[in-house]
């Protein structure tokens, strides 16, 4: 009898103890699910984190950045466009004026931009002196240096000077004759007062019928001179 109840007891506490190591592997197991599903949890939240601070809406920020940046300088570039057509200091903010700033018009002008900066007007110096376009130094046949004047230039957009050096008596003009030339009987050419000209100045023979001077009047019986 004694042995029964022993055995029965030994049997109950192995029951007792396997019953408690069942349970402890079932909370020990149901506490991993938990920490797993935790750890999942924690997992999935920082990988949502994770993607929420690469979330697309920040490279959507960056990508509208550039999108506007892209834009700014879209319209920088429209404007510096527009703006080259402008001729610097003249046109100021003329920029799409039509006829463009600088277009050709009259006989000698351009457009330049008016007063108000949108439009433009034709400036129109017309033919210089020359019947040609430039501003000339001087006006043609005008005098210049010794003895020259003004001479229009072939494309008749300027003026030179020619005819500078003086003639012969120290004036200006085309001498007929050279001064000191031999001329009539016993003359030569002389300068005149302006020394413009030259003319022949001619004393005629003397009374021996020479050129040169003689200081008494020859007689015609003996052929001298008294």
């Known amino acids: 009898m004694k042995n029964q109840v022993v055995g029965a007891l030994v049997i109950a506490a192995w029951?007792?103890?396997?019953?408690?190591?069942?349970?402890?592997e079932k909370r020990a197991f149901g506490e991993a699910e938990r920490g797993?599903?935790?750890?999942?949890?924690?997992?999935?939240?920082?990988?949502q984190g994770r993607?929420?601070?690469r979330a697309s809406a920040g490279?959507?920020?960056?990508?509208?950045?550039?999108?506007?940046?892209?834009?700014?300088?879209?319209?920088?570039?429209?404007?510096g466009e527009a703006g080259a057509s402008c001729q610097g200091s003249e046109c100021g903010e003329c920029a799409g004026a039509t006829p463009e700033p600088g277009t050709p018009c009259g006989e000698c002008g351009k457009y330049v931009c008016n007063a108000d900066q949108t439009s433009t007007s034709c400036v129109d110096p017309k033919f210089n002196a020359c019947g040609g376009c430039g501003v000339l130094a001087a006006a043609p046949n005008s005098s210049c240096g010794a003895c020259?004047?003004?001479?229009?230039?072939?494309?008749?957009?300027?003026?030179?000077?020619?005819g500078l050096n003086a003639n012969a008596c120290g004036g200006c003009g085309t001498?007929?004759?050279?001064?000191?030339?031999?001329?009539?009987?016993?003359?030569?050419?002389?300068?005149?007062?302006?020394?413009?000209?030259?003319a022949c100045k001619d004393p005629g023979m003397n009374a021996c019928g020479g050129c040169t001077a003689i200081a008494g009047t020859p007689v015609a019986s003996s052929g001298r001179v008294r």
């Not at 020259?148 to 020619?162: F, H, L, N, P, R």
């Not at 001498?175 to 030259?198: H, R, V």
């Open 15 to 24: 029951v007792a103890f396997l019953i408690s190591g069942c349970s402890g």
């Open 36 to 47: 797993g599903a935790e750890s999942a949890g924690a997992s999935a939240g920082g990988d």
């Open 51 to 53: 993607g929420g601070a």
């Open 59 to 79: 490279n959507q920020a960056l990508a509208g950045m550039g999108d506007a940046s892209g834009a700014a300088s879209a319209e920088a570039g429209a404007g």
């Open 148 to 162: 020259g004047d003004w001479q229009c230039t072939a494309d008749k957009t300027s003026v030179k000077c020619s």
């Open 175 to 198: 001498l007929a004759n050279a001064p000191g030339i031999a001329c009539g009987q016993c003359g030569k050419y002389e300068c005149s007062a302006d020394k413009a000209s030259t």
